[in-house]
């Protein structure tokens, strides 16, 4: 049998459950989840590799608009995933989209608009089925979708009950062009393993921090060694912010908060690198991070080819 072999770009607004449907095809964790719409900043790579296939999925920040630098950076990524995909992958919350067809329209446009244009094969994930127990509730959404681009598979998931994943990743890798596999049977990733710790520890202050705080730090791994005494991975993680303010509210009262997002942090780290992990962090204000290329660039938020 011959081997297929190509990149799958996930699309659709934030918050549709990108990032946790790749994390189920993969069956591993390469990129964070949140309930929080633009947890995922650039484009991540994750690999899923079997017998006669290599499908090397292209997870995107959502369609949306953020501010300044870093949003043109997500954007790009957004389009520059599409330029370089074989197959194309909207997904959408499928809870939403029964309750208001209308909106398919508005969050969707410019992306169908551009599907509509294309001639690459279209899966259309329709996502958090288990949301809703009467499945007919999809019919209308599904007859819209088919008549605006009947090219497309549409296919109905949920991500978080790993429901409809395997004959999703058969469907995946039947849609794929015939050619070699591109990188090595074990390999998941092509973010360096620093950038994913960097993204654990985002991922957890993402949950724990509200409001405008999220979306005004980023974080980065200063420093990362192993102590040949304690056999332990010692990682020191920056956390930036913009004001004094949030580095306030992100230590928390003598410290309590940082030391719980550190905790959980440091567990998920442990895990991925099946290692004890020493883990401090500090935060530091540094005023407009987010318009600072070289900067975004030192945080892995642009990728190599952008
Ligand atoms: N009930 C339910 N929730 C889901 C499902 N898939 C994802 N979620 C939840 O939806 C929220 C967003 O998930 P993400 O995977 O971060 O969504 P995303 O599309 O990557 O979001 P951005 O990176 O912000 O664009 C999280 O709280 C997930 O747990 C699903 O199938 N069912
Ligand atoms: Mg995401």
Known sequence: MENRC???????????????????LLGQKVTIVTPK??????????ILSEENSQAIFLDTPGLAQV??????????????????????????????????????AEDLGP?????????????????KIDLFADKSLLLPLFDMLHKDLPRAELFPVSALEKDGIPKLRELVAQALPIAPREYPLDQLSTQPERFLVAELIREKLFLYLHQEVPYNLAVDIENWEECAATGQ????GL??????????????HGG???????????????????RKVHLELWVK??????????????????AEDM
């Open 111 to 127: 992306l169908m608009q551009a599907l509509i244009e294309d001639t690459r094969p279209v899966i259309i994930v329709v996502n």
């Open 233 to 236: 991975i010692v990682i020191n």
């Open 37 to 46: 719409p633009q947890t995922t900043r650039t484009q991540i790579v994750g």
């Open 285 to 302: 204000v540094r005023d407009h991070w987010y318009e600072d290329p070289a900067f975004l660039r030192d945080l892995g938020l642009v």
């Open 6 to 24: 190509g990149r799958v770009a996930l699309l659709g607004p934030p918050n549709a459950g990108k990032s946790t449907l790749l994390n189920a």
């Open 256 to 274: 309590s908060m940082l030391k719980k997002i550190g905790s959980e942090a440091r567990q998920e780290i442990q895990t991925l690198l099946g």
């Open 239 to 252: 956390i930036y912010v913009t004001k004094p303010m949030y580095k306030a509210m992100i230590i928390g």
């Open 67 to 104: 501010r300044g630098r870093l949003s043109k950076t997500m954007n790009m990524a957004i389009w520059e995933s599409l330029r370089q995909a074989d197959l194309l992958m909207p997904v959408l919350d499928g809870q939403i989209y029964v309750r208001h067809l209308e909106q398919v």
